[in-house]
């Protein structure tokens, strides 16, 4: 199973991030999360609008989603970056 192999290569190659140079730094991961969230922030507050009619409404949901997305993406970016899989 996939899953197995992941966990398998994970146990065999530890490495820390210094010794790993194809790995991406945490800043840039930061980066590509906020940018990321810009776009689906902006998505987000057009389909509140258009369903709500509410700027204020609108613009509270896409706040929430812009700040919750971005800390779950970065999580989310971190994780695979452990992932040998692919590489």
Known sequence: ??????????????????DDKTSEKPIRSIAKAFSWRVIGTVDTLIISYILTGEFSVAASIASIDFVTKMILYFFHERFWNLVKWGK
Not at 3 to 18: G, M, P, R, S, V
């Open 1 to 18: 199973m996939i899953a197995d192999q992941l966990i398998l290569n994970k146990k065999e190659n530890k490495t820390t991030y210094q």
